[in-house]
């Protein structure tokens, strides 16, 4: 069923926010900012451009997130997470999310592997480069990748995730693709298309999105949502097209980062 003539699109964020990881002077109080959805948002600082809020990652003005003001409740200074100790509440990434490739010769052509995502993407809405560069962040597209909690697969699915998608072999590229594209649909939904929870339940689990009320403070988990959306803009601009000022992709749902931060253009989430 084409979900797109049902849906409103968003255009997507020309610019991310990067990692919490990130070098930030340890003097520096950051910000956290609370959404009107719920969420919060840690930033460095802040500012108004054009009548828009920018939250940014660090000291200098490269790397941002920015959405209306309306959408923004309030700001609240925070120490900064730079200068927390290791042994603080600010927590490890989750031990599922430390992928080590294995297996060799296990690599799809890259005509192969965008066939597969193609169809996936086109079953569930789903632009094909998200999946794209999903693919790449969990596992470079070695489709016998295993992590050290047993992740495995082009979209690194636990079994128990595999085995509640109906995946019957992970390893299977077409099946483990069309199982996690499921995953990150039903992700989109629960998250009304905010494509950064939905890439933080991906990797740290629905629980911990929950639990912190935003993306969980896990340096590796808010690295890989950083990556991968910075992946996928960078997909985008490749295009070169008049659908990149607008998000407007022909057939598949478009995705927002972070919250909900652009003008709606009407169209028609192991």
């Known amino acids: 069923m084409d979900r797109v003539s049902a849906k409103n699109g968003f255009a997507l964020l020309a610019a991310v926010l990067a990692s919490v990881a990130a070098a930030v002077p340890a003097a520096r109080a950051a910000e956290r900012a609370t959404l009107r959805n719920g969420f919060q948002i840690q930033c460095s600082h802040h500012a108004e451009v054009d009548g828009r809020v920018r939250l940014f990652d660090g000291a200098g003005d490269e790397n941002y997130i920015e959405l209306g003001p309306d959408e923004i409740v309030s700001f609240e200074r925070v120490p900064d997470p730079a200068a927390v100790p290791q042994d603080s509440t600010l927590e490890p990434a989750p031990e599922h999310a430390q992928v080590a490739a294995s297996g060799a010769g296990a690599r799809l052509s890259s005509e192969d592997l965008r066939e597969i995502l193609s169809k996936?993407?086109?079953?569930?809405?789903?632009?094909?480069?998200?999946?794209?560069?999903?693919?790449?962040?969990?596992?470079?597209?070695?489709?016998?990748?295993?992590?050290?909690?047993?992740?495995?697969?082009?979209?690194?699915?636990?079994?128990?995730?595999?085995?509640?998608?109906?995946?019957?072999?992970?390893?299977?590229?077409?099946?483990?693709?069309?199982?996690?594209?499921?995953?990150?649909?039903?992700?989109?939904?629960?998250?009304?298309?905010?494509?950064?929870?939905?890439?933080?339940?991906?990797?740290?689990?629905?629980a911990?999105?929950?639990?912190?009320?935003?993306?969980?403070?896990?340096?590796?988990?808010?690295?890989?949502?950083?990556?991968?959306?910075?992946?996928?803009?960078?997909?985008?601009?490749?295009?070169?097209?008049?659908?990149?000022?607008?998000?407007?992709?022909?057939?598949?749902?478009?995705?927002?980062?972070?919250?909900?931060?652009?003008?709606?253009?009407?169209?028609s989430s192991r």
């Open 120 to 206: 996936a993407g086109q079953a569930h809405n789903l632009d094909v480069d998200l999946l794209a560069s999903v693919v790449k962040a969990e596992s470079g597209g070695n489709a016998r990748a295993v992590s050290r909690a047993g992740a495995r697969g082009l979209m690194q699915l636990m079994p128990a995730t595999a085995a509640e998608l109906g995946v019957k072999d992970s390893f299977a590229p077409e099946q483990n693709v069309s199982g996690g594209t499921a995953y990150l649909d039903a992700l989109l939904t629960d998250y009304h298309d905010n494509l950064a929870l939905a890439l933080a339940a991906y990797n740290a689990g629905p």
């Open 208 to 267: 911990a999105v929950a639990k912190y009320r935003g993306i969980p403070p896990y340096g590796e988990t808010r690295a890989y949502v950083a990556r991968v959306i910075h992946e996928f803009n960078r997909r985008l601009r490749a295009r070169r097209t008049p659908a990149l000022a607008t998000n407007k992709l022909p057939a598949e749902r478009a995705t927002q980062a972070i919250a909900s931060a652009a003008t709606v253009q009407p169209i």
